[in-house]
């Protein structure tokens, strides 16, 4: 981990850290990105801090700022702003606060929690007034199609975008059915496939395909063959 990359968790607010063998130790407990979460966190309670005037500040932060950060950062009614986030994005945030302190051996004020959860439950309420994003939908063939046909008339750059497209959008489809969690082991039989799963056939063209057998795979019929050709496939 680049603790470059986590330089606001390592500090204490106005003072940095450098981290001993002790709390290095401390921070491989935790996952990479959660770590960058954090840090994250606590940029923004150090952008709260300086927007209540506070541009100097030690932790462990006092009651009254974690009231502060939650009236900065939640919704509140007819006053929308930049930062606002969802009431349960923010109880993460306060989570990100608390590993924040656990870390530099700071007391985290938890008499801040009952009216905390009061606050809580007001930017829910502006949570449930808003008007509901539309879902995302998946990316089908049919844009990578139309990906394809534009990229293709590009320079070198676009063609390396699409290449990449490609393996990501083939390859993740049969990933997680055609590839061990563990190198060693005994593979389950009805969820991994195993060597006799895999027959190779040679078209009269001379060319080679391979015919893989998936057990319980997430798309596609019982017993039937599905055959990866086109525009947009790298392999058949």
Not at 16 to 24: E, G, M, S, V
Request: with cysteine.
């Amino acid at each position: 981990m680049d603790l470059i990359k986590i330089k606001a968790f390592l500090g204490k607010g106005r003072t940095t850290k450098n981290p001993n063998p002790k709390d290095l130790h401390v921070l491989r407990g935790y996952k990479p990105n959660t770590l960058l979460s954090y840090n994250a966190v606590a940029k923004k309670l150090i952008k709260s801090m300086r927007a209540k005037g506070k541009f100097s500040f030690k932790l462990p932060i006092s009651a009254k700022d974690v009231y502060n950060f939650c009236y900065w950062a939640g919704r509140e009614e007819d006053h929308p702003t930049q930062q606002d986030v969802s009431a349960n994005t923010l109880q993460k945030y306060l989570y990100s606060i608390k590993a924040w302190h656990l870390f530099h051996n700071k007391e985290y004020p938890h008499t801040s929690e009952a009216k905390v959860a009061v606050m809580l439950r007001s930017s829910a309420r502006e949570d449930a007034a808003l008007p509901k994003k539309e879902e995302k939908k998946a990316v089908t063939l049919e844009h990578l199609v139309l990906l394809t046909q534009n990229l293709m008339q590009k320079g070198k750059k676009e063609r390396e975008v699409l290449d990449i497209a490609l393996v990501a959008f083939w390859g993740l489809e049969r990933l997680g059915e055609i590839t061990y969690q563990s190198k060693a082991g005994d593979p389950n039989p009805r969820k991994k496939i195993h060597v006799l799963d895999v027959r190779l056939r040679t078209a009269h063209n001379g060319t080679v395909r391979a015919l893989i057998t998936l057990r319980d795979a997430k798309t596609g019929k019982p017993s039937t063959s599905i055959s990866r050709k086109g525009t947009t496939c790298y392999a058949q």
